[in-house]
């Protein structure tokens, strides 16, 4: 059963500009969580995707957005990058009951 | 702001002995209390987890120990060894969003 696939791995962007991460959960799980990893903020949960529909919502500004594909498949945007966004992007696919989150082994992401 | 507060940072110790994390919450709307296992470069894994009305878990050398009233939970691993060192997170989730709210982390170290 192939795990949480998360892609691209490393990416190094300019302050301003934007960027598009892609995340396909496992194989029959539908909702997707995003969560920013950085070492001053630790683990802070961006949003949720259940079935194309964002679900939740962390407190992030509106330049993060995200998306679910009918396959499951899930994108997040951050758009006007900013230094501070540097982090490592996480994504997470939630089983069935939502008893459990499996997580990718994310994108880092550099600002410079 | 951090609604589960986890300690210690960080923590050394040799093999064969036992690792302990605390982590203590405030918010009564939570529901689920995962902890989650990270090596470098890797996303975190989910390693055990406990409901609120289990007062203990036990999987191999890992245990929970979950005080409802104290609103307090803490990781146990016994017989540490080199291989468990890594970055442990508690988490809580709520109840009405499923939301995961993470502890800072507790970097473990493992001696030989």
């Known amino acids: 059963k192939a795990g949480v696939t998360q892609t691209p791995r490393y990416l190094i962007k300019t302050r301003g500009q934007q960027v598009t991460l892609s995340c396909s959960p496992i194989s029959g799980h539908r909702s997707v969580s995003w969560y920013q990893q950085t070492p001053g903020q630790g683990l802070q949960f961006l949003f949720e995707?259940?079935?194309?529909?964002?679900?939740n919502k962390g407190n992030f500004p509106g330049r993060f957005s995200g998306r679910q594909f009918s396959n499951s498949r899930s994108e997040m945007n951050v758009s006007t990058l900013e230094l501070g966004d540097s982090a490592l992007y996480l994504c997470a696919s939630i089983n069935t009951g939502r008893t459990e989150a499996f997580f990718g082994q994310g994108t880092r992401l550099t600002v410079v | 702001q951090q609604q589960v507060k986890q300690s210690p940072q960080s923590l050394i110790v040799q093999k064969g002995g036992i690792s302990i994390i605390n982590c203590a919450y405030e918010n009564t709307a939570f529901d689920y209390f995962p902890w989650y296992q990270q090596f470098p470069g890797k996303g975190p894994a989910l390693l055990i987890a406990?409901?609120?009305?289990?007062s203990e878990k036990k999987e191999g050398r890992f245990t929970i120990s979950f005080n409802k009233s104290a609103k307090q939970f803490s990781l146990h691993i016994m017989d540490s060894q080199p291989g468990d060192s890594a970055t442990y997170f508690c988490?809580?989730?709520?109840?009405?969003?499923?939301?995961?709210?993470f502890g800072a982390g507790t970097t473990v170290t493992v001696r030989a």
């Open positions: 406990i409901r609120p009305d289990v």
């Open positions: 988490a809580a989730r709520g109840s009405n969003d499923y939301k995961l709210s």
């Open positions: 995707y259940f079935s194309e529909t964002q679900r």
